[in-house]
């Protein structure tokens, strides 16, 4: 049985995201804590992960109804579907991580709100989690469109031979 799903790509599950969030937070609150003068966040970063996240749902909502070839579309090649999967299990890394990361630095300023530049820092890093939180979404519902239903094998199904 561990042999018929040795090459085969598995799905991302929640245990992966879940602990690179953590261990972000770790990190950014740990970095956070241990600087003196916090710099500024990049606010840009709020738009870019948001763009990035609609054009992967939209990516998504394109791929499923072509990987089920709903009719008026086009089917995929599975080459480019691979591809897509490639950029789904990244981007999903990648959000958990950032996520993780700027909810670890917004609540290790959350003490010192009352200086304006940590409360700066503190709405960016919440702005910047959020939009992680979203690119994550879009991400893992990417790499869910990109699976083949089961309904199209018929192997297992003596329903479906007849």
Known sequence: MAEEHEGRLQPTGWRVPVLLAVVGALLGWLITGAIDVLPPLPWSAIP????????????????????????????????????????????????????????????????????????????????TAASSGLLLGAALWLESACRVPEDGDGDDDPSARA
């Open 48 to 127: 870019t992960l948001l763009l990035l996240a609609f054009a992967e749902a939209f990516t998504a909502r394109r791929t499923r109804r072509r990987i089920r070839r709903d009719p008026g579309t086009e089917p995929i090649q599975p080459l480019s579907a691979a591809r897509l999967v490639a950029l789904a299990k990244a981007s999903a890394l990648f959000a958990a991580l950032a996520a993780g990361f700027f909810l670890g630095v917004a609540l290790a300023v959350v003490g010192t709100l009352v200086l304006p530049s940590h409360r700066e820092v503190f709405f960016t890093a919440l702005g």
